[in-house]
């Protein structure tokens, strides 16, 4: 998906070349925060005054600020309201100040988008939100959310894929009218793998739903290429199903225990409870009893979040290696890969014993963007 030609004019009348709108629209879209290398790279020029002169415009219009001075590193900030308003993305969060880990991570999904941006990217929290609950007639309840209160009232907003990595569609299975999604995770330094644990386990229910999707893992090293994706292959061996009727009478039962309302309970209803409190355990069990109590979930929308689709489902697993690691955060030296980033395509399977490499929307894709497999 190319950028749209208005929203390069929109950001060029403020004295933006082409190239320098068509970057800041990918860093706000997408990121936010942005280092002069990057936009380097993106212009596939050296080091020098082209990018002295981009910082030096959006300084002066006041649509940057610098973020966090590191390692004689700049990096700045696109917070902008006009500027956001001019492409029509005002409600993004992109341009608000983050921690050095968010402001790692969101480098990190830059890079992936700069070398592929012209990808059918989800760019949007609503955008998301309209493609998996409209498009796919999925329950909201499946998306991987989280709830905010405000601070001067009790109320509560409810807001959808927070962590902004990046999902891009690519072309539709045979037989089907709809796009394969791809979710990309980009993942920092270090040895361990919780937190594309995290994400997977935030994403298991709706990844459970979708017929066919795309994995991408991408990070800085690929010293842990083979154990993300030993995990993903873990995760995703099909479970049996769960009796929806009686999860969701534990979950009246422990209502009424937690309300106070324990003389409404019998012998066999605390039995339940306790049964049910040692078998219904885990982020996804936590968050659906939430939304029982708060939205009062019905029974088949509980069956859709807690069982996978009976038909047989496709996946596929890639991996990408980003072309630095941007640990200046971390007081650590730079490691850059400028000659080995890339796509690798490891593995593609999908559960039931569908073949293998059923799924290669995403390898293909990537490859046209001009990454090598």
Not at 11 to 17: E, P
Not at 116 to 135: A, G, I, S
Not at 201 to 220: D, G, H, K, T
Request: aromatic share 10%; glycine share 6%; with cysteine.
């Amino acid at each position: 998906m190319s950028i749209r030609a208005e929203y390069v004019e929109a950001i060029a009348r403020y004295g933006y070349t082409p190239t320098e709108a068509r970057f800041l629209y990918l860093v706000a879209t997408h990121s936010g925060y942005f280092t002069q290398r990057q936009f380097f790279d993106f212009a596939g020029v050296n080091r020098g005054g082209m990018g002295t002169r981009l910082t030096m415009k959006a300084l002066a219009h006041g649509h940057i600020r610098t973020a966090r001075l590191a390692r004689h590193t700049l990096i700045y900030n696109l917070f902008a309201r006009p500027f956001y308003e001019s492409i029509e993305k005002d409600n993004l969060r992109n341009r608000r100040r983050l921690s050095d880990e968010l402001i790692h991570t969101r480098l990190l999904i830059l890079d992936f988008v700069l070398a592929h941006p012209d990808l059918d990217y989800l760019e949007t929290e609503q955008e998301k939100v309209r493609y998996f609950h409209q498009t796919l007639d999925l329950p909201l309840a499946l998306l991987p959310h989280r709830n905010y209160k405000g601070t001067k009232s009790q109320s509560e907003t409810q807001r959808y894929f927070v962590d902004r990595f990046p999902i891009f569609l690519g072309r539709p299975e045979p037989g089907s009218n709809h796009s394969v999604p791809a979710f990309v995770y980009c993942e920092s330094t270090g040895n361990s793998l919780l937190g594309f644990v995290s994400y997977l386990e935030n994403y298991q229910p709706l990844l459970r739903r979708l017929p066919a999707f795309e994995m991408v893992y991408a990070a800085p090293h690929g010293r842990k290429f083979h154990r993300a994706e030993e995990f993903f292959n873990r995760s995703s061996i099909p479970t049996p199903l769960v009796n929806t009727q009686h999860v969701c009478r534990y979950f009246t039962v422990r209502q009424l225990w937690e309300s106070g309302q324990t003389s409404q309970l019998t012998r066999p209803d605390r039995e339940l409870l306790r049964d049910g409190d040692q078998r219904y355990q885990g982020h996804l069990f936590d968050q659906m009893y939430q939304d029982w109590v708060t939205k009062g979930l019905s029974p088949t929308e509980v069956n859709a979040l807690i069982n996978p689709i009976p038909e047989r489902q496709k996946m596929a697993f890639q991996t990408h290696l980003l072309p630095e690691s941007h640990d200046i955060l971390d007081h650590v030296s730079i490691d850059k890969n400028r000659n080995g980033s890339g796509t690798n395509c490891r593995n593609a399977h999908s559960t039931h014993g569908s073949a293998r490499g059923s799924t290669s929307n995403t390898r293909q894709a990537l490859e046209s963007s001009g990454t090598r497999p």
